[in-house]
């Protein structure tokens, strides 16, 4: 099973941008489709972005279209979202999570990472 490794959160101002990446090792990270969640304090783990196994095709939440970019580079085993125009309310744990296919249930992903602290604030 693969393993994840989010990186890349911290604390930004409304308006900013921050790109998290998620490494994946010990398994076919290039066959993944691979996806990004978050959950906020008190709130359900929710969808945010979805990326097919080459990238061809992506999935956005509505809250995510026209902001976030998900993206992948196969060769790094790394999967990345690139998040502008962050506001208050995107402040979350994000998650990255590994799947056969791809999806925008979280039931759908079989692997996890650890997560990270993504905060906007002024």
């Known amino acids: 099973q693969v393993q994840l490794v989010e990186s890349g959160g911290g604390l930004v101002q409304p308006g900013g941008s921050l790109r998290l990446s998620c490494e994946a090792s010990g398994g076919t990270f290039s066959t993944l489709a691979m996806g990004w969640f978050r959950q906020a304090p008190g709130k359900e783990r929710e969808f945010v972005a979805a990326?097919?196994?080459?990238?061809?095709?992506?999935y956005y939440s509505d809250s995510a279209k026209g902001r976030f970019t998900i993206s992948r580079d196969n060769a790094k085993n790394t999967v990345y979202l690139q998040m502008n125009s962050l506001k208050p309310e995107d402040t979350a744990v994000y998650y990255c999570g590994a799947a056969t296919f791809i999806a925008s249930s979280g039931g759908d992903f079989g692997s996890w990472g650890q997560g990270t602290q993504v905060t906007v604030s002024s």
């Open positions: 990326i097919d196994w080459n990238g061809g095709t992506t």
